[in-house]
């Protein structure tokens, strides 16, 4: 298993270690009866979502140098309008009824929830097909234990030298302020925000608007202290 990490700075360089990944990958997977590779490529969220359009079209790219050797079959998840809790077990039943011929040589998912219903499913929708990732955050081995053949890109984000910087740039800072939607993504990243800020040993004051509506996000940015850093 390889795992391969990296800073979310540059998303070419993210594009790039991801592709890697598929291809060292590939030579392992059983060819398929087809001359045809079939991919199958789970997104956890929805498109016209810049970050899932973004992965899908890096994808196509690459495999488009094959010309008519692929042949893609992309899902969209929903996960950041549908909680996991709702539509993991509709998602469940469609996927059973709806690839319960197609035999996928490798499945690419993208973000948490896409590896995490992955996980709970895999041996039962898609058995012995392999796995690639990107974009996941706070990564640990459990998030792929139980799972055979698998790799990927996880997404490392070092906090606690992007804190010490804004410090750096902004000694005057009183408080350090938080901003996310709620979603297992940015829940992730915000226990990374505060591991990093505690690391860091500075006394700084942070605050964190979580899942606010845009209106209430408004009047609380309005209300924070002018040496607020976000």
Not at 206 to 225: N, R, Y
Request: hydrophobic fraction near 40%; include cysteine; glycine fraction near 6%.
């Amino acid at each position: 298993m390889t795992i391969y990490k990296h800073t979310t700075i540059n998303g070419f360089v993210s594009l790039i270690l991801f592709v890697q990944a598929i291809y060292l990958f590939l030579p392992q997977i059983a060819h398929c009866q087809f001359d045809k590779k079939e991919i199958l490529v789970l997104n956890s969220y929805h498109p016209g979502y810049s970050w899932s359009d973004e992965i899908v079209k890096g994808i196509r790219s690459v495999f488009s140098e094959d010309g008519d050797g692929v042949a893609f079959y992309i899902e969209y998840m929903d996960t950041k309008r549908l909680s996991p809790e709702i539509s993991f077990p509709l998602l469940e039943q469609l996927y059973q009824i709806k690839y319960k011929q197609p035999h996928f040589d490798v499945i690419i998912v993208s973000d948490n929830n896409a590896l995490k219903f992955l996980k709970e499913n895999h041996d039962k929708l898609f058995p012995n097909i392999p796995i690639v990732f990107c974009g996941i955050n706070n990564y640990r081995d459990d998030l792929i234990a139980g799972i055979g053949g698998v790799t990927g890109v996880a997404e490392d984000i070092d906090f606690s030298e992007t804190v010490r910087l804004v410090l750096k740039l902004h000694p005057e800072a009183t408080h350090l302020v938080a901003i996310s939607d709620g979603t297992v993504s940015a829940n992730e990243n915000l226990l990374r925000f505060q591991e990093g800020v505690s690391g860091v040993g500075e006394k700084i004051q942070t605050i964190e608007l979580t899942a606010l509506p845009p209106q209430d996000l408004a009047v609380a940015l309005e209300k924070l202290p002018p040496t607020s850093i976000l």
